[in-house]
């Protein structure tokens, strides 16, 4: 191609380009103009089912819907007769069945190799238990093995003694990457969507702290009592701005005035909305504007945010009610205190950004200050590429949080010798130091098994997510290690049973340890995966943070002030509070966009009714992934990952020597009874040394027992908080 030729196609492009620009103007103008009539027509679509006659089918055919669609418009024109639907309802509720021991078959995919280690053994002190039975006595360390053999299925085990309480959820089902073109957008990032620093300094907002239960509100160094009536959001309000006018933000601090009247209702996220949407003279919903329009309320069962704008002037400045638990338990501290908290959490990250500003949750907080640590210079200086929309979905689908597990007997003894509590300090915060980056290569079967042992290895270890088919090994008697999806409220499991198979996505560090762990490689066949650059995007922020913790933390200590001592380390928590949420923002879940509408009124598409009173329909629906220029999901799976893998093995390290391991693989089989995110609960006291480092096991309470084995979450929980309180009374630390 000639210079003229090249000349002459720039300015076709650019005639086309003007083109394209004119069709899209006019696309918006007749999606505008069609999305006007659409909503008139479920304004008399809504209208119609007022009228006693008023028929589904008869409205189908005069507006051109479907009877689905007419009847979720108007809920009242259901022609499906109520003991019909109750019928309907039950039928759904079917319990399935959780992966059971199967034999494996021969793989026609890639069988990852056993990255086998010497055993470790771990002096542990004698358990005051009864002998145990064959399936729990701890198995003789081997030599290295090769991939595990197939073995014949185990016995089923009774419904009682599944790892799960919740034993009833079924297989689920996850994505896998489509090969051909439709497979190339998982190899992609979104055009024109780039992570950039800002160059702009936040602004920070009024705000004031309110003990609800007594009326005590801080307006900066002073303490005024407020009469707040009936509690209702209007108010507050109004109390709150006649002490402190333009206040922008009310941190409620004790009382929880949202679960008022909790009992009239039959969920408290009910409570919650209704209290969220009392009506008042003086105040109405905020929507916002632009972006944020129908932003509205976040309703949430213990931390609801309410957004008011004055109904005299709707679209002039929110004043914003939340829960100062979206940060740390107060766990009654006053309103000073909490106060001194957050100036404390402040002076503390502005040591390490100038530009330090605390917006209105920690989740907000931390993307904002990881933002200023986006480099500017070298590779990522222009910013770091945002995912393709496929890919982000599938990492959310199939990268899991944090592991909650109750295991009950008889792999765990019905009366607990005692119930004893490690937690990981500030956990995530061990694991930023490496992230994937840029856009990741697709790993094929076929590649994965042309690669030498060392690839391998060296694969497995970088950032990388990997679909996989497990099959736990022959002889295992310890927890499982390997997430495996099933359906319900639980969504994960983690299968032990000895030729349990199971097919599922894991992050490269949770796929290593099944391959390398100390008591039996299991057999790991790669089904395909994701390999990423490694890359520190994360490393700066995740310094940072840690040395506000440390300050803080050492402040909780030595200060000689009870009150100043208290506001550290509650200050230390709000930290954790800001990297742990920071980080899960990045995940970008799809939007969860909740709003109301006046009684008769037609509901948005896709919405799911939280409530209502006799004025307005509380509502919430799913609104997709928009286009964030910080979503960043494939940090998020990997950092959790790590810490699920930390969870059952952590090294202990003088330079690069390892001088000791922790975790639950390092524990007998059969005493651990509870996984909950960052800790564990077990049967005895552990040899793990503790340095007060980040992912460091703390020892943080300990039930004399015997104890019968809880049944449910909810029992661990109270066993929990009585054995932090037998810790504490008996002064260890």
Known sequence: MDRKTYNAELASLRELRAEITAAEKAVATAQKALDKLTAQRARRVSGLAAHEDAKADAVAKASGLPIGDVVRIAPLLDPTPPAVRAAQTKAQVVPAQAPKAAPASEPATAVAPALTRPAVVVEQPAPAVEAPTETEAQPTPAAPVAAAPVVPTAPAAPAAAMVRSAAASGPRELPTLPEGPAGDRFEAVTTGLVSKRPNFVQQARSTVFLDAATGELTVRDRVVR?????????????????????????????????????ERYSTLKDAVAAWLNTPSERWTTAVGSGRDKLAGHFVHQRQPVGRYAPAAAPDSATTE???????????????????????LLWQALRRHWDDAVLLGSPSQTGRDLWSRTIPTTGKWAGGYPVLSEELRSLLHVTGGQGRTELILPPRVPEQLPALVEYDRTFAYAKHLWKSPVGTPRRITAAMFAAMTEQEQAKALMSCSHWNIKVTVPQGWNHVGLLPAPVTGDRAWVYPSEPGTTFTTWAGGAEVHLALSNHIAPWRIEILGGLLFEDGKPLDEWGKRLKAAWADLTNLSRIHADERQRTAAYLASRAVRSVLLFGLGGFAQRPRLVSGTTPLGEALPDGVEILGQDETVVTWQRQAGFRRDPYAHPEWAAYVWSGARAALLDVKYREGKEVIGYAGALHAKPGSVVYFGTDGMGLTERQPWPYRGEPGDYLLKGHLTGPIEHPKSQEEYLKLRGLGRAELAAGGER
């Open 226 to 262: 407020l009469d707040l009536g009936a509690r209702t959001p209007g108010e507050i309000l109004d109390a709150a701005l006649h002490a402190a006018p333009g206040t922008e933000r009310i941190y409620i601090t004790a009382g929880a005035p949202w679960h008022d009247g909790a």
């Open 321 to 343: 009610i939340r829960s100062v638990g979206e940060w740390f338990d107060p766990d009654g501290a006053d309103v000073v205190t909490c106060r001194q908290a957050f100036t």
